[in-house]
């Protein structure tokens, strides 16, 4: 039984729990087990060989009775708890807690009162209007469970790229120290940094394969071997997570790299040019047509030099007019992370955080940069201890004492995150934003709305003229939660029309605004901020996603008010 498969059944024992009406320390207890058990690095079954249950209790998380849970389930693969919770509540409510919004409280009721125990009993009971009666419940309700399970239907099963990223990187760093490895490189759609992920692939270029191999699929992380052949070796981790490498001579590795980073349609539009020229393009070699002699290419450059034709960033290689902006010498000169001197949206310990202003402030500084707003949420989020307007008065005093002993090395803004009421009203009267350094406006709650009305909140808010920008637009939560449901074309529009700026936020949960529409924005004249939202000082390390989905969205750095001077964003802010 792998770490995966034991998270997962105490997981499982944490939603029964929670749908029984269990007291919360107890589901939160095997949650935190189930978590520290995917994050654990090792072999559980290796911990419990070296010195059983004793072992076992030095795991973060697990304690005498949890461990000894853990212990059954590795000698005997069931976990007689388990079975007897589930005499009490059927397994399949599991299930349910997968719908958006729909809660344990939820699910039990609908069990208790109706017996449903499955998605599909579900549906149908909502579709025959049995659930709107219930406590609780409404027609609005019963329409949102509909949607929900709606949207569920639509996952993709892989995981935010913030969550695979790091995880691959450790993975490179074990491969690279192999012995005759010259290079190694994720590729597929995590090097194109889409917002998921699914497997890992690495392309590796090395003198000899079977190290590679054998370092690769015996590793302490790896669950189990899925298949490996003549090139490629494929496994499963203890996280629950799935890597493949592909191992080629060094010569080839250009060719190999390339065509392992897709996209298929950014592929097929290379190899249409190479046979334009007599020649095939693949992951081997470039082959003439003709004679079938090789040209190998040791790196992705020689690739499209022979194309004629400037190295393309992985970011852009979607066939969304790369090739052609290539032909025509016209690619952007794509933002770098170097580029940001600044961040825009963050939170401290007066609302959600948990940095101190000077703490984020320090952050900040130790990134390079020469500007930092603090946005606390407003009072209408009081689940995020919103400020009221009394304490916002108080947290000036922090941010001017602050300020002081900062000096001139880093240039504090004092804001607000201003959220938008389901009627589109902000929480703050215009004599308060307007006594604001900066204001930004987001949606957090309401998130089904139609689309007329969802949109209309915040075109609201962008005819607001102390509003800045308007922090991660459709408010989404990767991979689960869909965003508000937005005319983006009434948005951008609006946008461009009261000169109210955009945000692509970097939290690898969010990457909002999406790359299509930073691309389109840009276009449109609108600028971008690209901000962490950092809650901690150690989530300013998000930038790299931002600036990743801008680099998709073909941004510059000139489009992006981060990349500016303290002067130049006091002037930004005072334009209206």
Known sequence: MTNKELADIFTLVADLLEIKGEVVYKTLAYRKAADNLTSLGRDVNDVYAEGGLKALLDIPGVGKAIGEKIEELLTTGKLDYLEKLKKEVPSELAELLQIPDL???KVGLFYSELGIKSIEDLKKAAEDAKLRDLAGMGAKSEAKILEGIESLGRRSGRLPLGEVWPFAMELLEMIRKIKGVKAAEVAGSLRRMKPTVGDIDILVAATNKEAVFSAFTEAENVARVLGKGEVKASVEYHNGMRAQIWVHEPARFGTALQYATGSKDHNVKLREMALDKGFS???????NVEDESEILCASEEEVYAFLDLPYIAPELREDRGEVQAAKDGVLPKLIQIKDIRAELHSHSTWSDGKGTILEMAEAAKKRGYKTLAITDHSAGLGIANGLTIDRLKKQREEIEAAQEQLGDSLLLLHGTEMEISADGKLDFPDDILEWLDIVIASLHVSMRQERKKATQRILKALENPHVDFIAHPTNRLLPDRE????????VLEKAAQTGTALEINSNPKRLDLEDVYARRAVDMGINLVINTDAHAPEHMDFIQ???ATARRGWVEAKNVINTWTPKQIQTWLNRK
């Not at 393009?281 to 082959?287: C, E, M, N, P, V």
């Not at 965003?483 to 009434?490: H, P, R, T, Y």
């Open 281 to 287: 393009l693949s992951d081997q070699a470039i082959t």
């Open 483 to 490: 965003g508000a449901d937005l005319d983006m074309d009434k």
């Open 103 to 105: 809660g344990p409280k």
């Open 545 to 547: 996603f931002g600036v």
